[in-house]
Structures are given as structure tokens and as C-alpha cells.
């Protein structure tokens, strides 16, 4: 249960607010881009960008194809920019069609690329936020340019038979013409990868097939002259429900003189219920006596169907993985953060108040970890079970965090209904659980907050409640707390950290760790990413809670991270000595310590007189969303100098490519969250290899950060990973334990 833990404390670190929910967001765009990616048909997903008009944002390599354009011509271009003119009046219009009903609109439209001329299926959908607000529109189009073309030689097929049929009628017809003509229809019908019929609809209702093809022996289990005697043979094979849908299309062909387009189930004799697919294109003529004659083609499509069906599950397990907490089933913080603001919204409207619960399992740890194991996944279960049966209809509850649940009490006014359900919940998570080996006790903390006198915006409340979960843990455990209106202790110890960093440098209590980084080649430790601590009086090495941003609002985030810089460097200069080779010592560069120039050029001048610089610089995946000239400038400063540029936290979020070309990185860090799901979960086994891939296909290395388990370095050595970071191969240690280990290595004599 240790990755699952680790997990949980990388979502209890920090504040709760837009910048987390954000970092989730950005997760679901990355694995929207993958499964977008690995689609079969053509797909994109457009997005309004600043001036209002939509704008291509993601399309898959099936897209590109079907265009016959490389994707950086597709991304960031509007959609007139993109689609042919002769088709960009009906897509704009179908697109706007799609907007105002806010709902899936398909059509066919013949598509003029410089490639070639396709003809497609196109279809969109447009997705909107809670607050109703447009947040893109996903779009697919189904090439079908084979199936067209197939169509026109039915249509020639069908030219020729009709002379065929009149050339059998005429008594001084030449036999040899007669016989040239019936070889032809009869080669056609051979080649063609489905069934050519002739299906009649006779004034009195009834239904006749004068003619059908071998191939319906396969499509149907019938042979022709049993379909030509009695049409029947063929319905008993279409479930029933199935065949009046058919006879509708069918009636309305008739009626309009307009081509009949179907797809249908069949279940062939003797397949023990397997079922198949089959797809009907036909065109109609009205003969003389009013019967109206279609010649059409009969094809299977069973695969493509399953294929659909395949997608379609894939894509509805996505969607829950997604806003779904796969432990317990409850809805996650992505979620909760939407039902959440369209509660506010409602209890705004509705002139009523409402309250969030946020709970806490005391010493849950603990407490699995006496009952035996895998008691711990069983226990949050069980918790989340009896959290649901304390609530009434239309209240909602969901899981945050590791031991984290929040509670949505709609339509809660009276501060005392509040009291009451979190102490009923108290009391019931309070008795004994039975899993594992026996029994785990826990208790519960539990913190109010109220809209709207503790906040008017979804983070601020949550917020409010998290801070009132803290006091109560801090009280005791085991009971509940309020927000307090007008509470200062945040903002004191804010003011205080701050106080007191100002001095932490002068006064020498910042320190840097190092985590070894191995070479999965070699099973050698080759690098160490560098991890500032503060040694404060009174307290053990840490990194309080909000440091960073303290630093940066404060103006001090430039002077700790030269300092950082400076101290990294000294130690990678000493132990690449040591060792007689380049030791490579990585630190951690927030955007705000781009954002100064006269800062990022030093860097690049400490290394002037090395021969070989023993630095990288690791940035956040989300910086690379916001990039300026400016800071591509100093990041290729720092190239220029001999220093390599990791990307950390690659997959949490959507980086285009381009950004990745244009900075040419050298490394990047796969997010701890998929290396410790990999062992139990499909979704970030296939990002993590996908990443891989992509890295290696661009001339990039890859380094898996949160490796704890061997059945996780072996998996990743499989992959062809090259560098593995984590607790399995040791903790951050300070200077001199590290240059221990190093020593420690077989190489490191020479």
C-alpha cells in the first residue's frame, strides 16, 4: 500500500484551490490526447481560443492522413484554415447547429484536400463546464470514399442490367450478346465483397427479391434461390424489433424516391446466437405499375461495428476513471469540484444555504496496518459505504484524497443540521471495521464550512473546510470543528515563514538532499536530483507547506534558487571528480525564477570556464503552456552553456509537441502518479509506454520518478526506460551519505 499512500500525501500537500483542480484538468487533457491518439478513424477537438473563433487543438495521426497534412499545420488553425472551401459553408453550419443545441450533429460532406478528394462522415459534439460555459468540441470523421466509389460502380452495375433484362425479353436479341452481358453481371457480383440484390416493393405491399448474389449464402446463411422464392428466408434472420425499424427506412425510401441507407443485426442458423452486422445502401426507381425496385449492395461490417463497440466501453471506462474514484466508486475531486459549483449556484438562486463537510480518517494507516493486509482499500470501502447512508437524497459525497472525503449538505441553512450529520458520522466511523485478519478502529475529523458566510466560490469554501478539518485534527481528533469568520492563523504563519526565511540563508539553515538517479543499464547511480530543505531552529530538515509561493510573493524565490544553483554545482564538480567521469546533479526552477532576465543568464556564466557542465535544470510540465520569447531566450541561454533541460511532471498535463521541438529538452520526467498505478492499471501502463515511445522517437531520455516496487523497475526496464528516481534505490540524504553511497559503487575508484 505504499505507492497508494504516497499518492495520497501528494494531494494533501498544499492549499486547495484552482491551481489543483487545474493540475486535474490538465491530467484529463492528457489522457483525452492519448485516447484521441490511438483511434482508428480521423479525430480532433477544437477549441475557442482568444478571439472567440474555434480552433484546432488536438487531431490524431488518422486526421492527418485523411487531410494529408502534417499535424503542426492542422494545430492552432481555425477550421476554415483547415477544411476545404467547397465544404466550409455546411461544416460552419452544422458546427453552429451543434453549439445551439448543444448536442451531436452528423453529416456527409466531400472533402477536397490537396491529397486527394475524400468523401466523410463527419460528426461533432460540443462540451460545456458546469458553469455552462463552451470548453471545446470533439469531432470524428469516417472516411467514406471507398464506400462511395462502390456505390457509383452499383450504379453502373445497375445501367447495365437493365439493358441485360431488356435484352432477355427481346426474342431477336442476339444469344451471344445475351451471353456477353449475363458474364458481365455475373463477374461484377463475384467482385464485389458483399451481396449486389434487386429487392421489389409490388403496389399490394408485398415484398419480392428478384435477384441476389452468391455472396448472401455468407451475409446471411441463406442461398440466393431460397432468398428469390420467398424473401422470408432472409427477415428470419434480422431480430424482429429490427425488422420494423428496417421496413420504416424502407417505406420512406419508397415514399421520397431517396436512397436507402441502413445498418442491422443478423443471427445466423447454426452460430448459437452469434451475431453479426450487415450495412444496406440502395437507390430506388418507381416502374410503370407503381412498384418501386431497389438495386442496392448488401457488405458486412461486423468488424467495423465491434470496433465501435470496443471504443465505445473504452471510452465509458475512461470517462468514469476520469470523475470516478476507482476504489471506492464515489466521485472524485475532478467531480466534486463541478457538482460543488453548481450547488452554490442553485443555493444562490434558491436564497438558501448550504454546507461542505470536509472528513478525515484518524491513524487510518495505523489501524490497516494492524488488521493485515490489503485491509487498507477494504477499510476506505467500508467507509465510504457508511458515509453514503448518513446522507440524505441529493446530498453528495466524495473522495478527495487519500483518507480524505468531502460532503455536499444541500439545502443545509440551520448550522445545527450540519452538527448533526457530521456527528452521526463521527459516531459511525468510530466503530470497529471488519477486514483483513480482524478488526481496524479509526476515527474521524471533521471540518464546516457554510455558503455563503464562509465563502462565495467553490475553492474559497473548500478552503474553509479543509482549514476546519485542521483545527480539529489539531484539537484532537475524532470530532468536528467550524470555520472560524475571520480566522488569521493561516495568514500568521504565512507572515511568519516569511519572517523568518528572509534570515535562513544568512544564518545558513537551507540544505540541499540528494536522490539517486540510476542508469537502468548499468544499475548505477549517474545523477541526483538536488532538494532544498530548511533547517529551522527547533525542527527537523523540511519543506514547510506553501514555501515556494511564500518565497515568490515575497521576492526571495531568486536569490534561494541561485543559491541552490551555486551549491548543486559545487557538489556535482566534486563527486564528477570523485569519480573520474561526469556526475550530473539536477534542481528544480520554478516560471517565476524565469521571469527576471538578469537572473537566468548567471547561471549560464558560473559554467564559462567549465569544459563540461555537470547541471540540469528541471522545469514544470505546466510551464510549458505559458511560455514567452523572453524565457525560450534564457532557456537556450542555459543550452548554449552546456546545461540540459529536463521536463518534470511529463503526462499530468497537455504539452503540445511543438513546445518540446522548440526547446529542444533532454529529458523527461514521467509523473510519479502513472509509475504508481502501473502495476494495476491498463490506462497508465499505456501512457507511461506511450511517453516512452514518443521520448525516444524525438531523441529524448526518460526518467521514471516514484519507482518503489521491483515489479515497477522491471517493468520500466522492459519499456526501455533509461534512468529510474525513487525510494527503491533510496531516500534524498544529505551531502556526505550520499557521497557515501557513491563511493560505495564498484566504478567509483576510478
Not at 409490388?202 to 427479391?209: A, E, K, S, V
Not at 434472420?237 to 424516391?257: E, F, T
Not at 543499464?521 to 531552529?537: D, G, Y
Amino acid at each position: 500500500m505504499g505507492s497508494s499512500t504516497d499518492a495520497g500525501r501528494e494531494l494533501d500537500q498544499g492549499p486547495i484551490g484552482p491551481d489543483r483542480l487545474e493540475q486535474e484538468a490538465r491530467s484529463r487533457c492528457a489522457l483525452l490526447a492519448v485516447i484521441c491518439e490511438q483511434m482508428e478513424q480521423a479525430a480532433f477537438i477544437l477549441r475557442p481560443g482568444g478571439d472567440g473563433q474555434l480552433r484546432f487543438e488536438t487531431v490524431n495521426q488518422a486526421f492527418c492522413l485523411l487531410a494529408g497534412l502534417p499535424r503542426e499545420q492542422v494545430l492552432g488553425k481555425r477550421v476554415t484554415d483547415v477544411i476545404p472551401e467547397a465544404a466550409q459553408a455546411a461544416t460552419l453550419a452544422h458546427l453552429r447547429e451543434a453549439l445551439e443545441r448543444a448536442a451531436t450533429v452528423r453529416w456527409e460532406a466531400t472533402l477536397d484536400f490537396p491529397s486527394a478528394q475524400k468523401t466523410g462522415a463527419l460528426a461533432v459534439t460540443p462540451a460545456y463546464d458546469a458553469h455552462g460555459q463552451l470548453v471545446g468540441v470533439a469531432g470524428t470523421v469516417y472516411d467514406l470514399t471507398r464506400a462511395s466509389r462502390l456505390e457509383a460502380q452499383l450504379s453502373a452495375a445497375r445501367a447495365e442490367t437493365t439493358p441485360l433484362a431488356r435484352a432477355l425479353r427481346m426474342s431477336g436479341a442476339p444469344p451471344e450478346q445475351v451471353l456477353a452481358r449475363a458474364t458481365l453481371l455475373a463477374r461484377l457480383a463475384r467482385q464485389a465483397p458483399g451481396a449486389l440484390f434487386q429487392l421489389a416493393l409490388r403496389p399490394d405491399g408485398r415484398l419480392h427479391c428478384p435477384y441476389i448474389s452468391d455472396a448472401a449464402q455468407a451475409l446471411f446463411g441463406c442461398a440466393p434461390a431460397e432468398i428469390e422464392a420467398s424473401f422470408k428466408c432472409l427477415l428470419q434472420c434480422i431480430p424482429r424489433r429490427d425488422r420494423a425499424r428496417l421496413r420504416r427506412a424502407m417505406l420512406a425510401s419508397a415514399l421520397r424516391l431517396q436512397p436507402w441507407h441502413s445498418e442491422f443485426p443478423v443471427a445466423l442458423p447454426g452460430d448459437a446466437g452469434i451475431r453479426g452486422w450487415r450495412e444496406l445502401v440502395a437507390a430506388p426507381t418507381r416502374q410503370a405499375d407503381g412498384t418501386v425496385a431497389w438495386h442496392g449492395f448488401i457488405g458486412d461490417i461486423s468488424e467495423r461495428k465491434r470496433i465501435e463497440e470496443t471504443i465505445g466501453q473504452f471510452n465509458d471506462r475512461l470517462a468514469k476513471r476520469v470523475h470516478y474514484d476507482p476504489l471506492t466508486g464515489l466521485p472524485n475531486r475532478f467531480l466534486f469540484g463541478d457538482r460543488l459549483a453548481l450547488e452554490m449556484k442553485h443555493a444562490a438562486t434558491g436564497g438558501h444555504g448550504m454546507a461542505l463537510l470536509f472528513i478525515g480518517l484518524d491513524r487510518r494507516k495505523l489501524a490497516s496496518d494492524l488488521a493485515g493486509q490489503d485491509a487498507d482499500e477494504a477499510l476506505l470501502a467500508y467507509a465510504a459505504r457508511r458515509i453514503e447512508r448518513c446522507l440524505q437524497p441529493g446530498d453528495t459525497v466524495a473522495r478527495l484524497g487519500d483518507d480524505e472525503f468531502a460532503v455536499i449538505l444541500t439545502e443545509c441553512g440551520e448550522v445545527e443540521h450540519a452538527e448533526l450529520v457530521a456527528q452521526r458520522l463521527i459516531d459511525v466511523l468510530r466503530a470497529p471495521f471488519c477486514v483483513g485478519n480482524g478488526q481496524a478502529v479509526v476515527s474521524a475529523s471533521i471540518g464546516i464550512a457554510q455558503y455563503p458566510d464562509d465563502g462565495g466560490q467553490p475553492e474559497r469554501l473548500m478552503q474553509g473546510a479543509d482549514q476546519a478539518m485542521a483545527r480539529a485534527r489539531a484539537s484532537g481528533r475524532n470530532r468536528l470543528a467550524f470555520l472560524e469568520v475571520g480566522m488569521q492563523a493561516a495568514a500568521m504563519r504565512r507572515l511568519r515563514l516569511a519572517s523568518e526565511l528572509r534570515g535562513a540563508l544568512a544564518d545558513g539553515q537551507l540544505l540541499l538532499l540528494f536522490q539517486p538517479i540510476l542508469d537502468i543499464r548499468t544499475s548505477q547511480i549517474t545523477k541526483a536530483e538536488a532538494l532544498l530543505r530548511w533547517r529551522r531552529a527547533g525542527h527537523e530538515p523540511a519543506l514547510p507547506a506553501g514555501l515556494f509561493g511564500i518565497a515568490e510573493e515575497n521576492g526571495l524565490i531568486h536569490e534561494i534558487g541561485d543559491w541552490v544553483f551555486v551549491e548543486a554545482a559545487r557538489w556535482a564538480q566534486r563527486w564528477s571528480g570523485m569519480l573520474g567521469r561526469r556526475f550530473q546533479v539536477s534542481i528544480n526552477k520554478s516560471q517565476a525564477e524565469f521571469e527576471q532576465p538578469h537572473h537566468v543568464p548567471d547561471w549560464g556564466e558560473h559554467w564559462q570556464c567549465q569544459v563540461d557542465p555537470c547541471i540540469a535544470v528541471e522545469i514544470p510540465e505546466g510551464m510549458l503552456q505559458h511560455l514567452n520569447g523572453a524565457m525560450v531566450s534564457r532557456l537556450h541561454e542555459l543550452q548554449a552553456a552546456g546545461i540540459e533541460i529536463a521536463v518534470d511532471g511529463f503526462g499530468t498535463g497537455y504539452s503540445s509537441m511543438s513546445y518540446l521541438k522548440r526547446l529542444a529538452v533532454d529529458y523527461l520526467k514521467i509523473d510519479k502518479s502513472f509509475v504508481a498505478g502501473m502495476l494495476h492499471d491498463q490506462t497508465s501502463r499505456t501512457i507511461t509506454e506511450t511517453i516512452i515511445v514518443m521520448a525516444h522517437k524525438l531523441g529524448l531520455k526518460v526518467i521514471a520518478e516514484g519507482v518503489e516496487h521491483e515489479r515497477q523497475r522491471a517493468w520500466l526496464a522492459e519499456q526501455g526506460c533509461d534512468y529510474l528516481q525513487g525510494y527503491l534505490f533510496g531516500q534524498p540524504v544529505e551531502a556526505q551519505p550520499f557521497e557515501r553511497m557513491l563511493a560505495s559503487q564498484p566504478f567509483a575508484a576510478h
